[in-house]
């Protein structure tokens, strides 16, 4: 698969390009296209985002712009449409600026320090909350039920019900059950207030410039809306404080990292009320448990997250992998909760 030459051509000065695959997103088709010196990102959107999406991108780097922070841009085509329809599968193209950097899977990728980028990244994630506190827009795209952690747990509760002849049911089930479990125990942060947020904060959606710990921007905007910041934060320590990645089943919770990226928040001028850090490590935990849950009903329904071709036999496969590594991750952070409680309390008192 390729950029059809029809949509490339609505961006004239692409037209005679070669795009290239770019980047391990595990959603939307992505291509890099160069021409005349300028680069561009294009991307086919996943069934799950409309084109609506591209409304709230520009809205919000534009005003992510006026404050002077560095973020892509929607590029628009000739004739100043936002995206352009796929000839055959109907689904929006839409291209955005490149902007120059290094964009890692796993925080301890040498040769810097994983600590000193998970303090940049949040220091650089706390000036994107900051400067979009005053932003005026309604979400055209509203993904609802994003963190509706109840409707995953029912998702997979279905899955397991639907899917009793699959090949890795057994295996998935036995995980499930245990998911499930301690789903129904899960505390309710739904009293805390919406924010502005990326809403997909692995560290892969973080732009570092190339051989430091510099954090240049944020990437990757389809999720952006109104969430809690516990789940915003949460889904980021997630992925950061995981260095063993997600292809694992033994994943831990490096509390070094973790301090790190709570500090660098802080430091980057991050105001968490007080209800809102002390539920940090709960949103930390629930986007865990939330996660190994999708993955797992995935693993079944094979129907949603992209999977690697090379290293796995089926799409379930690697989405069982991913959901046991997420489980390990949640089993981790209940551990070492205590450890966790600590460094917030020092970071915001």
Same mark, same amino acid.
Request: charge should be negative.
């Given at each position: 698969m390729t950029i059809p030459s029809s949509v490339l051509s609505r961006w004239s000065r692409f037209a005679a390009s /070669? *795009? %290239?695959? @770019?980047?391990t997103g595990l959603i939307n088709k992505t291509y890099l296209v160069e021409a005349g010196g300028e680069r561009a990102v294009f991307q086919r959107l996943h069934p799950v985002f409309a084109a609506?999406?591209? &409304? =709230?991108?520009?809205? !919000? /780097?534009?005003? $992510? &712009?006026?404050?002077? $922070?560095? /973020? *892509? %841009? $929607?590029?628009? /085509? =000739? +004739?100043?449409a936002s995206s352009v329809d796929d000839p055959e599968t109907g689904r929006p193209w839409r291209a955005l600026s490149y902007v120059e950097g290094e964009s890692v899977d796993r925080l301890d990728t040498p040769p810097i320090d994983g600590t000193a980028r998970a303090h940049a990244a949040a220091a650089l994630v706390a000036r994107f909350h900051t400067a979009l506190e005053d932003l005026d827009w309604q979400y055209r795209h509203v993904r609802v039920g994003v963190h509706d952690t109840d409707k995953h747990l029912f998702a997979l509760d279905d899955a397991l019900e639907r899917h009793g002849a699959h090949r890795l049911w057994q295996d998935a089930s036995a995980l499930g059950a245990q998911i499930l479990e301690v789903g129904a125990t899960l505390p309710s942060l739904a009293a805390l207030p919406l924010r502005h947020c990326h809403g997909d904060l692995k560290i892969s959606n973080v732009l570092f410039e190339r051989g430091t710990s510099r954090g240049l921007c944020l990437v990757d905007l389809d999720t952006l809306g109104r969430m809690i910041l516990? @789940? &915003? $934060?949460? +889904?980021?320590?997630?992925?950061?404080?995981?260095?063993?990645? &997600? =292809? !694992?089943?033994?994943? =831990? !919770?490096? !509390?070094?990292?973790f301090a790190a990226a709570v500090e660098g928040y802080a430091a980057g001028g991050g105001r968490p009320s007080a209800a809102e850090a002390s539920a940090l490590v709960d949103g930390l935990f629930t986007i865990c448990v939330e996660l190994s849950a999708r993955f797992c009903a995935d693993a079944l329904d094979e129907s949603y997250f992209g999977w690697d071709e090379r290293r796995f036999p089926g799409r379930g496969e690697h989405n069982l992998l991913r959901a046991r590594g997420q489980w390990a991750l949640a089993q981790a952070a209940a551990r070492r909760r205590s450890e966790l409680d600590t460094v917030v309390r020092r970071a915001f008192g």
């Open positions: /070669t *795009p %290239r695959p @770019f980047g609506s999406v591209n &409304e =709230d991108i520009d809205a !919000v /780097t534009r005003h $992510l &712009e006026r404050k002077g $922070l560095l /973020t *892509p %841009r $929607l590029l628009l /085509t =000739d +004739d100043g516990p @789940f &915003e $934060l949460g +889904d980021a320590l997630r992925s950061w404080c995981n260095p063993r990645g &997600e =292809d !694992v089943d033994d994943a =831990d !919770v490096d !509390v070094a990292i």
